[in-house]
């Protein structure tokens, strides 16, 4: 088994490639032999790693081997691809699993293992082999005194950013890790910030992957990087909505991708196969919304808005709130929901500068009152147990009430009663819309009641009996 920090499987080739090629003039290095071990002692004590078991001569003679073995490929056929070895491979893996433990890395960064690993995935002509060496690094990565000192090799830094760019797969979705695991330690996520914010093909890669690629281990990485750039870096975020098409793109603006564009196909991508990944690109659309600059992009007529509007709304209504589910499974959903109606208040106030404004779907309006009406049915099932608040629920909640408000303030006649007619509106979800309503938005829920007076004068004197305002 591969040793991996979260233990993904291994995935699968794929036949595209993105546009950003990888060069760089570090990539033409040797690689560096490892530091001779003192003495060559041969004693088993002296021999263990840490308090290990792996031997350190072991440890010493495969990365030699390794060294030995991409050079003299390299000197008999510089371009054709290289070979494997089931031995080496084997023995590699077992260096990647040896990784994992914090005695093994540290041990690896006191030989210089980041510079030996550079060397190789320089001069390397086997996708397999690369997508290892990365691997390993990755394992060293996620100790933050081996994390500190592998992140300040520049050499090291520019490579992996340059390998988002591979045609490979597998050693995309190791350098994804790898990248994910250092911007989530705090002594060293600011350097990396800085290095991706001046290496202008990182957007374009981690695009092309989100829109183009079919792995979903790999648009699932990717995605939880993009997510936690965004989260840490707003200005990051802004510059990568703004950008333009640039040279290296082909001027022509044809290549140029666009972000939530981006991030939308990979969520379609993961709806049915990646429920977590699906949230954590919902996650990066919520937080375009918190932002001017992605706002504008989701307001502009020919935008992503709409189609991200279609797409939420769908997995809302289909996926994640069926008429007939048990008030648990708004338990169960709660983090996804409150990321899907985030994102659907947002690009609801700016559905008037779309092309093709629609009215708000009777499905979408149901659901929202259904969700109103399980948290509060449950809110009162608690009461009367012990006194317990959960946030993410109590978020949800907040964030339905003020879209309601929001549709409710302008809501039609005709809408009000296709609700009625359709079952969306019956005496239990009505008296839930008041009670939703009237704390802090008294005008939403007037005009609401105003229009229920007209097209159910009956229903609208159960409500106004227990909601007079």
């Keep these: 088994m591969d040793g991996r920090c979260d233990g993904a499987d291994e995935v699968e080739d794929e036949g595209s490639s993105s546009p950003t090629a990888l060069h760089s003039p570090v990539m033409d290095r040797n690689p560096s032999p490892p530091p001779d071990i003192a003495g060559g002692e041969e004693d088993g004590d002296l021999d263990a790693i840490g308090d290990t078991v792996y031997s350190k001569h072991w440890l010493f003679s495969t990365l030699t081997r390794l060294i030995h073995m991409v050079t003299e490929h390299s000197e008999v056929d510089f371009e054709g691809q290289m070979q494997l070895p089931d031995d080496d491979e084997e023995d590699l893996c077992r260096v990647w699993d040896m990784a994992m433990d914090k005695d093994v890395a540290g041990f690896l960064q006191e030989f210089k293992a980041a510079d030996i690993l550079l060397g190789v995935i320089a001069k390397s002509r086997c996708p397999r082999l690369t997508e290892i060496c990365v691997g390993i690094l990755g394992n060293i990565a996620c100790f933050p005194d081996t994390c500190l000192t592998l992140s300040q090799n520049d050499d090291l ?42 290496q202008t093909s990182v957007r374009s890669n981690l695009c092309f992957i989100m829109c183009s690629s079919t792995n979903t281990d790999l648009i699932e990485k990717v995605g939880e990087l993009v997510d936690k750039l965004f989260d840490l870096d707003e200005e990051l975020m802004k510059s990568w909505i703004t950008a333009q098409p640039s040279e290296e793109e082909g001027g022509d603006g044809e290549s140029h991708l666009d972000v939530a564009s981006c991030l939308l196909e990979a969520a379609k991508q993961l709806r049915s196969e990646s429920p977590n990944g699906l949230e954590v690109y919902l996650h990066a659309l919520q937080l375009l919304t918190t932002i001017d600059e992605g706002i504008q992009s989701f307001a502009a007529p020919d935008g992503p808005g709409k189609a991200v509007w279609d797409f939420i709304c769908d997995v809302v209504c289909e996926d994640l709130c069926q008429p007939n589910d048990l008030p648990v499974v708004l338990q169960e959903q709660k983090s996804i929901l409150v990321q899907a109606f985030s994102v659907l208040h947002a690009l609801y106030r700016c559905q008037d500068q779309w092309c093709s404004k629609r009215d708000t779907s009777l499905p979408l309006i149901g659901t929202i009152l259904r969700v109103l009406q399980y948290h509060r049915e449950g809110k009162h099932d608690s009461a009367s147990k012990e006194d317990t608040s959960d946030e993410q629920l109590q978020a949800l909640a907040e964030i339905t009430a003020e879209f309601l408000a929001d549709i409710c303030i302008q809501i039609p006649r005709d809408t009000v009663a296709d609700l009625v007619a359709k079952g969306y509106l019956t005496e239990k979800t009505s008296l839930t819309a008041a009670s939703s309503l009237v704390p802090n938005f008294k005008t939403s829920f007037q005009h609401l009641q105003s229009m229920l007076s007209e097209t159910d004068p009956q229903l609208a004197d159960v409500v106004r009996k227990q909601f007079p305002v």
């Design 157 to 198: 830094g520019a490579v992996l950013l340059l390998l988002l760019g591979d045609a490979d797969p597998p050693t995309i979705l190791e350098t994804s890790r790898l990248l994910l695991t250092c911007v989530s330690q705090k002594d060293v996520c600011s350097l990396w910030l800085q290095r991706i914010k001046q």
